[in-house]
């Protein structure tokens, strides 16, 4: 059974760091791109960031370039998210989700983070 | 405020059929596929089609996807109580080199 698993959450003041961690189980996690995606509060849903398999590929929704970094160790079948200069507007649930595109997508549940002073 | 726009809800009675639409541009879904995905109240999004007509296995057959030109849609045929969910278009957007949903369709069964 898949199983994708966030944690790394939690609150947080404004211009501070979070690593959000995402550990994968149940399939072959080198074989995938992954995916962090965000949802606001009672707001839709938000593509954050991405990876490619061997991690030589990424890419960034622009209000995170240059804030955000993605990362994946496949030794551990783990991917990562290095938040940085955290701002108000970040504050949602963030999804570790396989393959956006295409038959294979697979979501976790999610991890809360909350910028507020 | 995202390239693809879906109306903000859907209403419909057991049984009946209800379509959601999902109108984007050519760079987006113009030239790639499109995926649908069902979020459940208080539930992760799950995949229920993907590029343009498919649908994962599990997947009852009464939701279908379709394509044409820059617009995509979702029929829910026989609808049943718990279709009442959230459900959201998406693809890759070319020119803004990104991942892009669509605003999201809330679908009530009244």
């Known amino acids: 059974e898949v199983q994708l698993v966030e944690s790394g959450g939690g609150l947080v003041q404004p211009g501070g760091s979070l690593r959000l961690s995402c550990v994968a189980s149940g399939y072959t996690f080198s074989s995938y791109w992954m995916n962090w995606v965000r949802q606001a509060p009672g707001k839709g849903l938000e593509w954050v960031a991405s990876?490619?398999?061997?991690?030589?590929?990424?890419k960034y929704v622009d209000p995170v370039k240059g804030r955000f970094t993605i990362s994946r160790d496949n030794a551990k079948n783990s991917m990562y998210l290095q938040m940085n200069s955290l701002r108000a507007e970040d504050t949602a649930l963030y999804y570790c989700?396989?393959?956006?595109?295409?038959?294979?997508?697979?979501w976790g549940h999610g991890t809360l983070v909350i910028v507020s002073s | 405020q995202s390239v693809l726009t879906q109306p903000p809800s859907v209403s419909g009675t057991p049984g009946q059929r209800v379509t959601i639409s999902c109108s984007g541009g050519?760079?987006?879904?113009?030239?790639?596929?499109v995926n649908w995905f069902q979020q459940l109240p208080g539930t992760a999004p799950k995949l229920l089609v993907y590029t343009n007509n498919q649908r994962p296995s599990g997947v009852p057959d009464r939701f279908s996807g379709s394509k044409s030109g820059t617009s995509a849609s979702l029929a829910i045929s026989g609808l049943q109580s718990e279709d009442e969910a959230d459900y959201y278009c998406?693809?890759?957007?070319?020119?803004?080199?990104?991942?892009?949903f669509g605003t999201g369709t809330e679908v009530t069964v009244l």
């Open positions: 050519s760079s987006n879904i113009g030239s790639n596929p």
């Open positions: 990876i490619k398999q061997d991690g030589s590929e990424k």
């Open positions: 998406a693809t890759w957007d070319g020119g803004l080199n990104a991942y892009v």
């Open positions: 989700a396989r393959a956006l595109s295409g038959g294979a997508s697979y």
